[in-house]
């Protein structure tokens, strides 16, 4: 429920026995619900798990072992408390220890046949109470975690059952170390350094297999209606926002803690940016605890936003995104953390109260139910893309693998897994499989168990493969597994002239990590400058290998000079020459060489044996330089060549008539028919980069170049046609990620800022985001009144009004080009 912080419990200075401030009451948004106060300190306190027993009583988790304080008054062991409201006059005035002694208690459950279920850290065990006296007597095991990691809460985690009785339950990241999770049966599942996980087996705790992995710490699981699983994870360190997550059998949702916390490495992703990853149905708010489907949505408690929201499922696919909404809004002294729903619908909740890590002998126990009874809410029926998905589970399914839908994909990989033979991957399928299918192949191949044989001809072909994307996901696997062997095949891959930048930035951190065993830290290091620098002092680097550093390095990058730019246009390699001109051209640090950068533009620009597209980006580097001089800016607006004459006329226009000529608002389609014939990439380039009213670069990355505040452009032709990528720039707002989804936030001072979250600072006193403006700014946790998430998208609306048809047709034949999917 909390946030991992780089510390020991030993340097907590907080004492349980200050008390905070009186809270506030928390805000119920919605008008057909009320909030009641059940229980508070000292009859409950610092209560996590809850759920309603076979009797219809509330048991809660009474947390006691959590970095406990020195000299904690307080019990020794966790306790699980039955908690009864005996008068009926909405307060519990019994309270009962049920059973006691656990450490790092983490969730509670209600199971079949008077068992109650419960997660610790270290195992899951069923206690049951046989002679009525309201003690638990008979416990049993039904899985054990052997591993050395002791963090409190980042182990076992998030019971539920599905509707044929099999139990679920998660695994958290575990700080990398190695572990074995042991069944009732003996079963033994290993792993170690792969993120968080959830599991699956009977009752009993037979029967064990890992449902799906790529997680961080998935402490709320559920089941809904009709069978769906859902998970809430807590939480994404310096990769916000946490996630909501569609759970499928063998899914991949993208975080491997070996490869560091952030959650930016190149073979980390957070919502489906690799290959053979999924994407997340919504971001949530700040640490949340549990999910919950009631009442035809998803509610999910948020620890670290202090609040209740649901998320209205949409149909996407075989799968969803959802909208959020907040249900109830409290202060920093609200810290929801479990749902239970009790006989009568009413929905209970734990709270935690304090922001303290360690145990503080406080806590609360609310009750949020319905003034009057609310129309009964349809859940979604199962779509006809779930059908498709779960048919394409059942058998092989070739056309299935095709789907450019990440979760029919997904499907056709289980079924392949399931039902195929791994002797007949390479041998049977490769030679005549479209390209999504020999993605399908080798994320197959890794659900199976190769030998090590058939593990390295499917990598091999993996590598040799045309596909940029099924490259990447043989370097994946590579790295996974930490194949040494394959080493000398990396090398390979990045001075053969590997043409992706994301292939290329993930073959360079597994390159990092089969030589050093470590991740770099990427928050600090993005584009891991220090080999890339390295790479581009020295004369002997590949030109392949300069190429990609000088398009992925910073263009303000320290180390990268003007003089060591201007060099390199005039490399005896067209590619580097072309690269190093653009990257000089975007560059805008280094005033102590602004004349001497200058001075080469204005070269590059007026070398009439350079191609025109080349001068064209050069001279977009002279757009602030030349502003105030108006003969050169003459020379250039008259210049022999048409294209570098009309880039002029639009930087310095001398009319009305140099600049574009706009069309009046129409729909999506009304700009699809305009549309027509190959388009101009590179003025799509210069759209994209250049100084005019577009400046996607601002916040967009395309092929490692640009800010990061958006959503990486390089591969989005290959996720949207024609039609949507017309529409996600006309009407940014219709749909927004859920990672760039923007908060409005209301100071206490009465001024209101909106930007996008980037997570809470080291000390978690103060949360950083990212503005409209691309500029980053901080704010004191103490400073905010409220967060809300903003229905409307930080990128502008309004560029239909500032582009004409044919320049918003270029910047669309630039992304279909760079993703190498172009549509007629």
């Known amino acids: 429920m909390l946030r991992h912080l780089r510390c020991t419990a030993s340097i907590f200075v907080l004492s349980y026995t200050v008390l905070t401030a009186q809270a506030a009451q928390p805000e119920v948004k919605d008008a057909r619900l009320k909030l009641e106060l059940v229980a508070e300190q000292p009859d409950i306190v610092t209560p996590v798990g809850a759920t309603f027993d076979h009797k219809g009583r509330l048991l809660v988790i009474e947390s006691h072992t959590h970095f406990p304080p020195k000299d904690y008054p307080g019990p020794k062991g966790d306790r699980i408390r ?32 008077g068992w109650m279920y419960v997660a610790t850290r270290a195992k ?6 046989t002679n009525g006296d309201d003690v638990a007597d008979k416990e049993e095991e039904v899985a054990r975690l052997e591993t050395k990691g002791d963090y409190p809460h980042n182990g076992l985690s998030g019971l539920t059952f599905d509707q ?3 139990l679920l339950f998660g695994l958290g990241e575990n700080l990398g170390e190695p572990y074995k999770l042991i069944g009732s049966d003996g079963r033994v599942l290993a792993g170690g350094g792969e993120g968080g996980n959830i599991y699956r087996s ?23 209606p009709v069978g769906r699983i859902f998970s809430v994870e807590n939480d994404p360190d310096s990769t916000p926002p946490c996630r909501l997550i569609h759970v499928v059998p063998g899914g991949d949702f993208g ?35 549990d999910v919950l489907p009631y009442h035809g949505q998803l509610w999910v408690t948020s620890w670290g936003d202090y609040r209740i929201e649901c998320f209205v499922l949409r149909s996407v696919g075989a799968s969803f995104r959802a909208e959020r909404e907040i249900v109830v809004q409290g202060d920093d002294q609200f810290r929801p953390v479990d749902f239970a729903v009790a006989p009568d619908g009413s929905l209970y909740f734990t709270d935690w109260v304090n922001k303290s890590y360690p145990v503080h002998q406080q806590g609360r126990i609310w009750k949020l139910s319905w003034k009057t009874a609310p129309e009964p809410t349809a859940w979604p029926a199962v779509t006809e893309g779930e059908k498709l998905a779960e048919t394409a589970r059942q058998k092989i399914s070739w056309d299935a693998f095709n789907s450019l839908e990440p979760f029919t994909h997904q499907a056709a990989v289980w079924g392949l897994a399931q039902h195929g033979t791994v002797g007949d991957l390479a041998a049977k399928y490769w030679a005549t499989a479209t390209e999504r299918q020999r993605q399908g192949v080798l994320e197959a191949a890794r659900l199976m168990t190769p030998t090590t044989q058939q593990r390295d001809e499917l990598i091999r072909l993996g590598l040799a493969d045309s596909s940029p994307e099924v490259r990447l996901l043989a370097v994946r696997w590579i790295a996974d597994e930490k194949l040494t062997d394959f080493r000398p095949a990396l090398d390979v891959q990045i001075t053969a002239g590997v043409n992706s930048v994301g292939l290329f930035q993930a073959t360079l951190a597994a390159i990092e990590w089969l030589d050093a065993g470590r991740a770099s830290n990427l928050s600090k290091n993005p584009s891991r400058e220090h080999y890339l620098l390295a790479a581009l002092a020295n004369p002997k680097t ?28 005039t490399n005896e390699n067209s590619e580097v020459r072309y690269e190093a001109i653009r990257t000089l051209a975007l560059s805008t640090a280094w005033p102590d060489q602004a004349a001497q950068r200058r001075e080469a533009l204005l070269r590059l620009v007026q070398d009439e044996q350079l ?15 030349l502003s105030n001089d108006k003969d050169a800016v003459q020379k250039l607006v008259e210049s022999k060549s048409t294209l570098i004459r009309d880039v002029s006329r639009r930087m310095w226009p001398q009319s009305d008539a140099d600049k574009p000529q706009l069309s009046p608002e129409g729909a999506t389609e009304t700009w699809m028919k305009a549309q027509t014939g190959a388009g101009d990439v590179g003025d799509g380039w210069r759209m994209f980069f250049g100084p005019f009213a577009a400046r996607c670069g601002n916040c967009h990355t395309l092929q490692g170049r640009g800010g990061n505040v958006g959503p990486d452009l390089t591969t989005v032709a290959v996720r949207m046609d024609r039609k949507r990528l017309v529409d996600s720039i006309l009407h940014p707002s219709r749909e927004i990620a859920p990672q760039f989804v923007p908060w409005v936030v209301e100071l206490k001072d009465g001024r209101v800022l909106t930007g996008l979250s980037q997570g809470l600072s080291e000390d978690a006193k103060s949360e950083r985001f990212v503005g409209t403006d ?51």
């Open 82 to 113: 039955i908690v009864e409201d005996t008068n009926g006059d909405g307060r519990a005035d019994k309270f009962r220890t049920f059973y006691e002694g656990t450490r790092a208690t983490m969730s509670l459950t209600t199971g079949p046949d």
């Open 124 to 129: 899951v065990f069923r206690i049951k109470d």
């Open 164 to 166: 044929q009785g099999r």
């Open 202 to 224: 009977d009752a009993s705790g037979k029967q064990l297999e890992k449902l799906c992995t790529g997680l961080w710490n998935p402490f709320g699981i559920c089941v809904d």
């Open 255 to 289: 975080y491997q803690f070996r490869f560091g916390r952030s959650g930016k490495h190149p073979l980390q992703a957070w919502d489906g940016e690799l290959p053979g990853t999924l994407p997340m149905v919504a971001g949530t708010g700040e640490a949340p605890c």
């Open 542 to 569: 590949p030109a392949a290998i300069q190429t990609m550093a000088l398009r992925v390095l910073p263009v303000s990058q320290e180390g990268l000079t003007i003089p060591q730019l201007i060099q390199f246009t």
């Open 611 to 625: 191609h025109n597209n080349i001068r064209a980006d050069a001279l977009l580097g002279l757009n602030g330089d």
């Open 774 to 824: 691309g500029r980053r700014f901080e704010i004191a946790v103490s400073d905010i009144e409220s967060k809300t998430a903003s229905k409307q998208s930080i990128m502008p609306d309004g560029l239909d009004k500032q582009m004409s048809k044919q320049e918003l047709y270029n910047v669309i034949r630039l992304l279909e080009v760079t993703a190498k999917t172009p549509k007629s």
